[in-house]
């Protein structure tokens, strides 16, 4: 802390300047800035969001379609994926050639629940809400 008679610095707390003997300003002056997602009151701002995972929402996709989405919490999304999954297998079997069309939407399903997972937590970690 400098001295504002002498400008000679003195150890933090110090009630009078070491060199001149002028009395230091109050510590109280100095208010640390409030801890990260916390308001000055000591609430926190929001509740804090956890990070999804995109490695489980990867798994999660791969075991059946809709579900890595179902765990990103884009609900109505995931359940439609299952069901547009289950539709496609019936029309492949139906078809016998059309069997490339669930394994070609599971691929992108995949992809995409890796995709939105990490679109999820760079939302989360920039402003502090779930993207969806
Ligand atoms: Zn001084």
Known sequence: MFCPNCG????PGAKFCE??????????????????????FGQPMYAPIP????GIAAVLAFLWAGLGHIYLG?????????LVYI?????GFLTFFGLILPFIFWIWQL????????E????????GRAPW
């Open 87 to 91: 539709i496609l297998w019936v029309i």
């Open 111 to 118: 992809y995409d629940a890796y995709t939105k997972a990490n």
């Open 51 to 54: 990070l999804k995972n995109a």
């Open 74 to 82: 884009q609900i109505g999304k995931g359940i439609m994926f299952m």
């Open 19 to 40: 060199s001149c003997g002028n009395a230091m300003p109050s510590d109280q002056t100095y208010q640390a800035p409030p801890a990260y997602g916390s308001q000055p």
């Open 8 to 11: 000679k610095d003195s150890p």
């Open 120 to 127: 999820y937590n760079a939302s989360v970690q920039q402003t």
